[in-house]
């Protein structure tokens, strides 16, 4: 019996197969990575060329004084090579940081660097009509609140949350960080790594119970004007009719 083309889980609505979305190779994001980086850094190019003939040169200079010179180039090749990547990686994160700082949410995106031990809500748990944000994260070092924003406001909106947290979670740590290039504020390239230098306190089952409580607790209520439920809002049909 044929097969309908419509019921074959491989094919399609119109019963052509999806093409395979392609892999993308390494090369490519290295590529991706210095276009990145060139934009918002013009002199990584001759940084990366110039720590690549440094090394190089020095592999030679080996070679010269002590072996075949051939050899130490060939040897020297691979490790000009790392040099200018590791280059190029720290120009790239500077470039990507400088490329978000002053963006609403630029501290959540920093956070996103951290790989594991923490957990953050993609949305702000506190915010203000001028876009002063608060995001919250659990870890072992228990809880911590990084705000961004101008110290004198966004001071007040971290201890109002700290307070809020405090209450349903006396016993756990809080820290409050301030994301920002003001005094006594945290650069935002330096935030993830305040973070992840937070001293733990919490075993890992209270870990879970903690995080656990602050869902049930939630966020933040998004601001709505007074005097308008957009739950029963309806439209004037006689208007539309040009009534």
Not at 98 to 111: D, K, N
Request: with cysteine.
């Amino acid at each position: 019996m044929a097969r309908n083309k419509s019921t074959d889980p491989s094919t399609g609505v119109d019963g052509t197969k999806p093409k395979k979305q392609k892999k993308q190779r390494w090369y490519h994001q290295v590529w991706d990575a210095y276009k990145m980086t060139r934009a918002e850094d013009p002199a990584v190019t001759w940084i990366m060329l110039a720590v690549f003939v440094g090394i190089l040169a020095v592999a030679i200079g080996i070679g010269l004084a002590w072996g075949p010179w051939v050899y130490t180039l060939i040897v020297g090749l691979p490790f000009a090579f790392l040099g200018s990547l590791f280059v190029l990686t720290r120009r790239a994160e500077t470039a990507a940081y400088s490329r978000i700082e002053g963006q609403p949410g630029a501290a959540r995106a920093a956070l996103g660097t951290i790989r594991r031990g923490w957990t953050f809500d993609d949305e702000p748990v506190a915010l203000t009509p001028q876009q002063d944000l608060v995001f919250r994260g659990v870890g072992r070092a228990g809880v911590v609140l990084v705000g961004e924003g101008p110290t004198h406001r966004v001071t007040k909106l971290l201890d109002g949350e700290k307070r809020r947290i405090t209450r349903v979670l006396p016993n756990v740590p809080v820290t409050t960080i301030q994301c920002g290039n003001g005094e006594g504020q945290v650069p935002l390239k330096k935030v993830s790594r305040t973070v992840q230098k937070l001293r733990p306190t919490l075993t890992k089952p209270e870990t879970a119970e903690v995080l656990k409580r602050l869902k049930a607790l939630g966020g933040a209520k998004l601001p709505i004007p007074k005097g308008i439920d957009p739950t029963r809002a309806r439209p004037d049909r006689k208007g539309m009719r040009g009534r």
